[in-house]
């Protein structure tokens, strides 16, 4: 087999998208259900930060799989433990059977959870899946019917995980009803929110009207605290814009919950694994959620997901919940050497310098176009917001798309996040030259798309 040659840096040498990558799109779209495409990178390799596409270009990927491949492209030591394990056996029936790689995996998972390690692991194969078992396993213990979610929130499109999610309205064209019994507040986004507080000068003000929000209108109105099982949040919002909110609000909200029997549910399928200079966003926050659920980048690609629960809400007996392919022998071992990997290169480290780095550069281009009317974020999970005019904060979603098409003309690969901003997720292994590579690549773009 080819041993992954390593290339490192961008090379744009087709129109794009090239002869080859069209080919496979018009087959694409005559095999496959729409779903979700943005934009026409066919890939054929990669390696480290880059993305070698069918017709020879490389690309610098900002986008890691949405924070799938957080410790890069085809990573050595994955390859050999996996492939190591692929001559022994790749799956075995986890559901009824037992085997050491998915309790030495859950160990290790439990082991760079925050807070208390007495813990249980549920595993599954996505993000969706991993909130059906949260889901669950708050809905089994509390005996209790409601939730509340928040708008802006994403936590996948299964029946369950859909009725929280709150991005947008597309999400739920044509599928009402979802689950029921699910009540959204607004989350405190400290750039735009119902309250007109500027959440950066006046954090506590922004948690304290969420809060009293809450109380006054949700739980004294219509929701009594004791039919609410869960509050399920994500740390950061993800899909909703890469919104961070004030620092103690998760602490507030999840003593609030915990005080009522309700449990605490953090959705860290985006956040987790180091993007956000920790393992977890939570341990930013100073919360040890009662349930989390993770995916994306457990595995580094391979398709895994968990739910991890204090074991004190576990299920109470066999046969509530089950899953097939949950923590499969590749998953296991995979999501195993990649907890090595974020260790062995210090990658929250990384994640948190270079993290910074990013968030300094992508400030200096604030200052430089007005049209960017935010920054934000944690780690290297950044974002910059695109506005009409900074006054109004309109979103400027025409621009966002203009600027993100021109840099992958140019070799950079980004994403959208909300209405109008551009994520940077890069690998956790990203240097600061790459980083500038980034920074002149989207410096070119904005210019060519005013
Ligand atoms: C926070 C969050 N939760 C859940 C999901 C759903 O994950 P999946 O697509 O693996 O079901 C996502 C996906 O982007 C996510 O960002």
């Avoid at 949405?66 to 394990?85: L, M, P």
């Avoid at 966003?281 to 457990?298: C, H, L, Q, R, T």
């Avoid at 391979?302 to 004190?312: E, F, L, Q, R, Y």
């Avoid at 798309?401 to 209405?419: K, N, S």
Wanted: aromatic letters at 10%.
């Amino acid at each position: 087999m080819e041993k992954t040659k390593s290339f490192n840096k961008v090379s744009i040498t087709t129109e794009l998208p090239g002869p080859k990558a069209k080919e496979i799109i018009q087959r694409d779209e005559k095999f496959l259900a729409k779903s979700t495409k943005t934009l026409p990178v066919v890939a054929s390799r990669g390696y480290g930060c880059y993305v070698e596409d069918v017709d020879g270009n490389t690309f610098l990927d900002f986008s890691s799989g949405i924070s799938t491949t957080n410790i890069g492209y085809s990573n050595d030591y994955i390859i050999s433990k996996v492939e190591d394990q692929l001559h022994r056996m790749w799956h075995f029936a986890g559901t009824d059977f037992y085997y050491r790689e998915q309790v030495d995996a859950a160990e290790a998972l439990i082991n760079v959870m925050p807070g208390s390690k007495d813990k249980k692991v549920f595993y599954t194969n996505s993000g969706a899946e991993s909130n059906e078992a949260s889901i669950k396993f708050a809905k089994s213990y509390t005996k209790r019917p409601q939730f509340i979610g928040f708008i802006g929130g994403f936590h996948g499109r299964t029946m369950g995980a859909l009725g929280f999610t709150a991005s947008k309205s597309v999400h739920h064209e044509g599928f009402f009803p979802e689950m029921l019994g699910v009540h959204h507040i607004p989350f405190p986004d400290p750039y735009r929110n119902p309250f007109n507080i500027d959440g950066y000068e006046n954090p506590d003000d922004l948690t304290n009207a969420v809060l009293d929000y809450f109380e006054e209108y949700v739980l004294d109105k219509y929701v009594p605290a004791n039919s609410i099982a869960g509050i399920l949040t994500e740390p950061i919002q993800g899909e909703g814009g890469y919104i961070v909110p004030p620092k103690n609000f998760h602490q507030k909200l999840m003593k609030l919950a915990n005080d009522n029997g309700i449990l605490y549910m953090m959705d860290e399928v985006q956040t987790g694994f180091g993007r956000t200079g920790n393992f977890f966003a939570s341990e930013y926050f100073g919360v040890d959620p009662d349930i989390m659920s993770v995916a994306k980048s457990i595995a580094s690609g391979i398709p895994m997901g968990a739910s991890v629960v204090k074991s004190k809400y576990e299920f109470e007996k066999s046969g509530l919940h089950s899953n097939t392919f949950g923590g499969n022998i590749l998953a296991s071992v995979a999501s195993m050497a990649t907890i090595e990997e974020i260790k062995r290169q210090d990658m929250l480290k990384n994640s948190r310098e270079t993290g910074s780095y990013l968030n300094r550069r992508l400030k200096e281009l604030m200052d430089k176009y007005d049209k960017i009317g935010d920054v934000r974020g944690l780690g290297l999970m950044q974002a910059i917001d695109f506005v009409t005019d900074r006054r109004t904060k309109k979103y400027n979603k025409s621009l966002r798309d203009a600027v993100a098409d021109r840099a992958y003309h140019r070799g950079l690969i980004l994403l959208g996040a909300g209405e109008s901003a551009i994520r940077f997720i890069p690998p956790l292994i990203i240097k600061p030259e790459e980083i500038d590579d980034a920074i002149n690549i989207l410096d070119k773009s904005i210019k060519e798309s005013l």
